[in-house]
């Protein structure tokens, strides 16, 4: 009886699924980001913006059902984030992954994606070269290192800021980041007149500070990973009275995150930094997306760079879905829809690059002031469709 | 030549921040012998409370150490009580692993009631900005650090390495038994010694959460530094763990300055280099 129903049910299946018009394929998206520690503000920040999405423009981009799985990255840890991958690939069966966060993340997760042709979204790793060829059906929402890097450089040579002193953290994206900045100053005609390296795990900065102030520079251009680092030498060049001197200070957006301006105070005010998002940009969208994001998950979570790189991701993934609409979710299609693809996104247009999935952005050169006694980036120049590379 | 001297201040002034870090566990470690791991987590509660206070209740800063200082022991003596009285006599190891289970624990409590992200400090307006001293720019912060350390150093040198109440610590850490046997108060004693390490390292981590940033990663972060200060001072004494912090504090600074692409290396550098030379520490009196 009960293998005589099955047979009944399955055979109703059966023609169900050969309806197109009626049929509801499930997409499952992975959604791989860290959760827990200190680099769970990532997580926090993408759940927040998926959510969000998903209450604005429905739960059926295509007539296809979304399902999302999510798993805990825990930060940069290529082990952790290779085993998930093949979790969720194997097992889970996603079919697209938003994820994972970091550089090392997305270089161990890329073999598997690109054998099991899974496209995937980097909302969170900005190091060049992690998308294209690597990794064929990736697409980068995040920002490339060159993008922030070297803006900065022809700006304060405009402004007159000509000496300049380049501190980075001691690893791999800050010598990369050193590289083309030093290179983009070349370029425009400023002087280098010294630069540092400094360890990952430093809590005195003030040795450091003093080379700065005995070269006389006439700004710092910092790159320092968001955290104790970004706010330590942002405070600490302002406890020794060198910003009150008139030393500008410059740097990528990771020193004036909103998630940790606070934190860093009166000492943010009046710092200059290379962005790709500020909760300030003036457009339509991006008012009504902090208004809708800020009442979903309160004043105190502020909207960071990630979690407008999580609202895009999804933006692709709908438009891709609606394009594969009554057929079978097929990932190379989607891979190849998103590439040249162009979108309006809450920090400006993005164009997703032909050839590699990469990302052209506009970068905006923003002063950190108190707009209604809050802390914020203010844009103030803006460099149009800035290449990758 | 000013600016050697400001580095030389700075590194004094660093100094006497791993001193006030420290030397809670120097006490309850060296007086005690009790390998308290989660002093550090001891820190960060006083970092969180010097917010609470301040930023919460709007309390002023000189007002809210004392508190800090109060609560931590408290909170320490309550922790003494439930849980480490009952590990006194097992070995290190079994400490080592209770404790860093415990600091694991206060990270997580962190997280829970104040939030992931780092905290904001308004420090009131005279202890920010520089003050001419000698020709010398100086932070005012630094400069209220080390009065402040040195205070401490001399409050605590004169308190428990030469009063009664000293000798009465150290003779129930020596010999419990026969402490108790002259009619000392061993559990009572034992507890309040803890009170103060507690306290203390409440205190350290007030004074350094506005220099070092708080988030609730707090205590493993600065665990590495806390250890190697008083290990290099030596085991139960205040004096060696001030001329090791101030040794480490100067020599990090210097060397950063000099030698900046060697980084925080030659604070470990200096480290291994003293461990050699005086395997108990600095005044350590040895096992």
């Known amino acids: ?389 | 030549m000013a600016s050697i001297l400001t580095v030389l201040f700075n590194g004094v002034a660093y100094g006497f921040l791993l001193f006030v870090m420290s030397v809670g566990l120097s006490v309850t470690l060296g007086m005690m012998n009790f390998v308290n791991l989660a002093q550090a987590s001891f820190s960060m509660l006083g970092g969180y409370i010097l917010v609470t206070a301040m930023q919460g209740y709007g309390l002023p800063f000189l007002l809210c150490l004392p508190i800090v200082f109060v609560l931590v022991g408290v909170v320490s003596v309550v922790v003494e009580r439930l849980i480490f009285r009952h590990f006194y006599k097992t070995d290190d190891l079994t400490q080592v692993l209770l404790t860093i289970g415990l600091v694991f624990m206060s990270i997580a409590m962190a997280t829970y009631v104040w939030g992931g992200t780092y905290q904001r400090f308004d420090m009131p307006s005279w202890i920010i900005g520089q003050k001419e001293i000698f020709g010398l720019t100086l932070e005012t912060y630094r400069i209220f650090l080390v009065g402040f350390g040195a205070v401490m150093a001399v409050a605590l040198i004169f308190g428990l390495e030469r009063t009664q109440l000293g000798a009465m610590v150290r003779a129930c850490v020596d010999n419990r038994r026969v402490a108790g046997a002259c009619g000392l108060n061993t559990e009572l004693i034992f507890a309040f010694t803890f009170a103060i390490g507690g306290g203390l390292a409440g205190l350290g981590g007030a004074l350094s959460a506005n220099l070092l940033g708080l988030d609730p990663n707090f205590p493993l972060r600065y665990l590495v530094y806390i250890l190697i200060v008083v290990s290099v001072g030596g085991m139960g004494t205040i004096t060696g763990t001030l001329i090791a912090a101030l040794a480490l504090g100067i020599a990090d600074v210097l060397g950063k300055y000099y030698f900046p692409q060697f980084g925080s290396f030659i604070i470990y550098l200096l480290t291994v280099a003293f461990m050699l030379w005086r395997p108990h520490g600095l005044l350590g009196r040895g096992a």
């Open chain 1, 1 to 389: 009886m009960k293998t005589a129903l099955s047979i009944l049910a399955a055979a109703a299946l059966a023609t169900v699924s050969t309806q197109p018009t009626l049929a509801q394929e499930t997409v499952k998206i992975g959604v791989l980001q860290s959760y827990s520690g200190i680099t769970s503000l990532g997580g926090q920040q993408t759940d927040f913006a998926i959510k969000l999405f998903m209450q604005k423009f429905g739960e059926t981009p295509g007539g296809f059902k979304l399902q999302l799985i999510r798993r805990d990255t825990t930060g940069p840890n290529p082990e952790v984030a290779k085993r998930l991958v093949g979790e969720v690939v194997t097992r889970e069966k996603v079919q697209l992954l938003i994820g994972p966060d970091f550089t090392p993340n997305t270089l161990a997760a890329a073999p598997i994606l690109s054998e099991a042709k899974v496209p995937s979204f980097v909302t969170g790793a900005a190091t060049t070269g992690i998308v294209g060829e690597k990794s064929p059906y990736s697409t980068r929402t995040f920002f490339a290192t060159p993008q922030l890097c070297k803006p900065l450089a022809p700006f304060a040579v405009k402004q007159g800021w000509t000496n300049i002193f380049v501190v980075v953290a001691d690893f791999a994206p800050g010598h990369e980041c050193e590289k083309f900045f030093m290179e983009a100053l070349k370029e425009a005609n400023g002087t280098l007149v010294g630069n540092l390296r400094t360890p990952l795990s430093n809590p005195e900065y003030s040795g450091y500070i003093q080379r700065i102030r005995d070269a006389k520079p006439d700004g710092v251009f910092i790159f320092m990973p968001i955290g104790e680092l970004s706010i330590g030498i942002v405070r600490a060049l302002n406890d020794s009275g060198l910003k009150a001197s008139g030393l500008k200070i410059m740097g990528t957006g990771d020193i004036t995150d909103e998630g940790y301006i606070d934190a860093v105070g009166e000492a943010a005010v009046g710092v200059i930094t290379s962005g790709i998002y500020s909760t300030q940009h003036d457009s339509a969208l991006n008012k009504e997306f902090v208004k809708s994001y800020t009442a979903l998950a309160g004043e105190k979570n502020r909207i960071g760079w990630t979690a407008v790189s999580a609202w895009d991701a999804m933006r692709l993934t709908y438009d891709a879905l609606e394009a594969q609409k009554g057929q079978k979710f097929d990932g190379e299609k989607f891979a190849a829809f998103l590439r040249g693809h162009k979108i309006e996104s809450p920090r400006g247009p993005i164009t997703i690059d032909k050839s590699n999935g990469d990302i052209v952005q506009n970068v905006y050169i923003r002063r950190a002031e108190r707009v209604n006694g809050v802390l914020q980036n203010v844009e103030i120049e803006t460099f149009k469709d800035v290449s990758f590379k």
